[in-house]
């Protein structure tokens, strides 16, 4: 999302069985009939159309800008490996998963496109600048370990050796070749000709409310009142998602914004090779992480801040950005600053995402992927087609059901004799 966005409401419709729309007709006259309507057009909500209609249903977008959303700001590190948190194990087991699908996902998006989105298998370095942080990174090199993860400890001379620019004072790091990356806007923008090509219809509008008849929703009344029917329909509107419109409380997905603040520089061929892989250090507690993409562009994140809607860029989150990136790398603030920009991340309650039915039957969730979100596409895409023509996630998914976060039902008490 650009700093100058404001959050949006949207919404979703009903009617019988999911292969059948029903007849109705909405305000503005005809009635838009849809197998699935995907409400949300950034990353997950375009993969997951593009699978839906490659499965054979007829598959349709609501969005007022598809390709937008969080991927304009997010930097798109595959790190599933250096990402580990603990309490998370469950949440590894799935981008494992789905980094490990993304080479041939690139290569069959690719194909079907002809657009290259940035795909780099150029692997990640944490780095460590002072020993509280080098003790950090044992920690979490030794979760690493006991999670069969392929990472290697590597001295402050050995990462300075793989990447000459990073500072003298670093004290050690941990180098894993599986964490790769991608061009976010560019998977964005395939994804929308993909899409395009295998046949779904895009409504280019706000989304209003979901519409719950005979208590199953069906499709969504876009601003304006246009109605459009479909027999599924699949919330996809990130941090929005937690507040739809029209969805019934005990269903409405937990998920909140987390703001997130990203620079861009552009690296000079005077300076290149700059960067050859993603850089990662905790500087002070803070993160920050430096991705080089291959057309000079020099990526630089990312703030993680609870401020509710507010996607303003602050002097302050630019600051202590590059005064982190500065520390990591010196030769930095050398390099043209081209873009500033805030986004939201939608964050849940255990930081992973809600995937598939809801208990409202017609009604499915693709949210709350918080910093997985690009990482997470190709199994998203998977997980929600298989949900759209069974009815059942595939096992990998289960765990993410929306379901995990509905109330216990109450507990009946015996009534004496």
Known sequence: MRSSDTPRSSAVRESSDAREPSRARGSSGARKAHDVLVVGGGVIGLVTAWRAARRGLRTAVVDPEPGGGA???????????????????????????????YPAFVAELEEATGLDVGYRACGTLAVALDADDRAHLRELHALQTRCGLASEWLSGRECRRLEPMLAPGVRGGLRVDGDHQVDPRRLAAAL?????RAGVVFHRALAERLTVRGDRARGAVLAGGEELEAGQTVLAAGSLSGRFAGVPDEVLPPVRPVKGQVLRLRVPAAYAPFLSRTVRAVVRGSHVYLVPRENGELVVGATSEELGWDTTVTAGGVYELLRDAHELVPGITELPLTETLAGLRPGSPDNAPLL??????????ATGHYRNGVLLTPVTGDA???????????DEARPFTPRRFSPAPPVRQEQPA
């Open 71 to 101: 991927a304009r700001v997010a930097a798109g590190m595959l790190a599933a490996v250096t990402e580990l948190h603990y309490g998370e194990e469950t949440l590894l087991g799935l981008n494992l998963a789905s980094a490990a699908r």
């Open 192 to 196: 929308v000709v993909a899409c395009e």
């Open 356 to 365: 598939g039915p809801t208990a409202l039957p017609g009604l499915h969730l």
């Open 384 to 394: 929600l087609a298989e949900a759209l023509t069974t009815g059942a996630l595939p």
